[in-house]
């Protein structure tokens, strides 16, 4: 969608808001495939309520993208603007075992920066790409931790109540992949409240973490890690596996050969191919186990 109105365009170079016309989300995205649209980049917190009503009354659908590892977009030219946080310098502050980071953050350079200074408890999320805020909405986790358990206080923009708030850790709820939030509220920026650990013994934890990830998912590769939720005490890596999947392929959207639960871009796939693919597999996997996997992915399709 492109917002063609000089009006608007100046009423958001007033919000702080830089409008980057006919931005290719393949290139915002670690699947490497996906349409066109006008993308805003956020500098100020503050001013996303007005950024906000300033789009609603012009009719203007958008989405937050944060970094755009775990997310699945559509072919084209795109029916919604998308909305990002350009990260603020510094966008990691430590006072004591609580570290403040902003939502836009790397999450590996979090994790290192807070285990440089004797912070961890997050050694397991080392190899997960995308932003802190995008691990906080999804809550993210792997080799038995989640962001979750740490979140103290979060920062968000609230779309129901059209306002910036502060949320406790103690009123978000965080599950497997799944947290409270609405689907509509912008994460910020969170307070983690870290064990201190000393660098040494993190790192080692760190090396552990980013070998068990070397030797098991196809890291090199375009894609957007786990396509699918486990389902309830089941794996469906394993599933796929066990039916013989890896390497089936629609057009250049294929089943990663070293871990069957990633799909990745081959070449040049499209969006299509890769929902093709996934509907493929979701379809043969309810034939074989009479269970239906859920997206772990996030799909945007116009
Ligand atoms: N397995 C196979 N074949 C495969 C893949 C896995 O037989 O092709 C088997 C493994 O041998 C193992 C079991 O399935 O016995 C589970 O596999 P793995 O340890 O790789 O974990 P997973 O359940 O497939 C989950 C998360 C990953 C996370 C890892 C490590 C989900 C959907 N996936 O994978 O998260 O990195 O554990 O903790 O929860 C993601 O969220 O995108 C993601 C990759």
Redesign the pocket.
Known sequence: MRISDPQIANRLAELDVELQRGTALADLTSLGFGGTTDLLRLRKHETIPDLLRLLDSKHIPHKFLGGGS?LLVGDGELPWVVLRLVRPEPDIVLEGNYAHVDAAADLGRTVTFCAKHDLGGME?LIG?PGTVGGALRMN????GMQIGSYVREVKLYRAAARKIEILRGHQISFEY?HTSFAPDDMMLAVTLELPSKPYKEILQGIRICNEK?RS??PLGQKSA??I???PPGG????M??ELGL?GLSVGDARVSDR????FVNAGHASAKDMLALIADVRERVRKAYGVTLEN?VVVWNA
């Not at 993210?140 to 080799?143: D, L, M, Q, S």
């Not at 871990?259 to 990633?262: E, G, I, K, Q």
């Open positions: 775990n397991g997960v993210a986790g792997a080799y992949r990830r098991s998912q890690g786990c699918f939720k486990n794996s469906a890596g394993r796929i596996d890896k871990h069957a639960n990633f772990e």
